[in-house]
């Protein structure tokens, strides 16, 4: 008899979750796809956690520190150039995703931007787009992607441009980058992308007002950035 009553118990129990299951989804089908979806995603490596302490209001020194990700985009881009690029070629690379628009308008001083220049930069900022969101899956990449820019970089980014077949494809996608006078907006949006995969979620542990003259700046960037959270301080 408490078999028989703790069997009918569990099958409540099971009618329960089912009804609450068929809330979401209409059939065995989607929760099975749904099953799947979320046991790959937990096999996938842990987004980056970036903890930022006592920031006390130094505005400019908070956003230099966001931008690189605490050398996380330096690292990103030696993973992926290691052996390719010199050192100096490299922290030019950095420097461009950390501030687009300043440094092409000194590029654009020192005369060394060209179609060829720019046919180069693209191609190594989508490796290392690439790179900094293989950890993420595409539904996630996808959210993350400036709008008017999506479907492109998608495209770029699960491209690699090996097979033959698709080689002629990535070369005409960038190629009319460049020839629609887009490249340097296009510049612009693509290391916006880096940067905001390359931090999962941000912790703020601490202060952010007090001493520094910016506090207002950073609560500003705070409201606005995609994921994060704060340990008060004092």
């Known amino acids: 008899m408490m078999q028989d009553k703790t069997d009918l118990q569990a099958a409540k129990d099971d009618l329960r979750y089912l ?19 979320l046991q790959a ?14 920031v006390h209001g130094e505005h400019e020194a908070f956003d ?14 030696r993973e992926v150039f290691a052996g390719q690029m010199m050192e100096l ?4 690379l950095a420097t461009l995703i950390y501030y687009p628009q300043a440094k092409l308008e000194q590029l654009h001083e020192t005369g060394e931007i060209d179609e060829e220049w720019y046919k180069v930069t693209l191609n190594r900022l989508v490796k290392v787009c690439r790179k900094v969101g293989e ?22 980014l699960h491209e690699d441009g090996v097979n033959p077949n698709k080689s ?3 070369s005409s996608i960038i ?12 510049i612009c949006a693509i290391s916006a992308t880096i940067k905001r995969l390359v931090i999962d979620r941000l912790h703020i542990v601490g202060d952010i007002y007090d001493r520094g003259p910016g506090a207002q700046y950073i609560m500003d960037t705070l409201l606005e950035y995609h994921n994060v959270d704060i340990q008060w301080g004092n």
């Open 19 to 37: 009804q609450l299951l068929s809330n979401q989804f209409r059939n065995s089908a989607e929760v099975s796809t749904e099953i799947i979806n």
């Open 41 to 54: 995603i937990l096999s996938l490596p842990k987004g980056t956690e970036h903890f930022l302490a006592d």
């Open 64 to 77: 230099h520190v966001l931008k690189n990700a605490s050398g996380s985009v330096m690292r990103k881009i």
């Open 89 to 92: 070629q490299m922290r030019e």
């Open 135 to 156: 950890k993420y899956t595409r539904s996630k990449v996808r959210k993350a992607l400036p709008p008017q820019y999506s479907y492109i970089i998608q495209e770029l």
């Open 168 to 170: 002629a494809y990535i």
């Open 175 to 186: 190629s009319t980058i460049i020839s629609t006078g887009k490249a340097e907006d296009f």
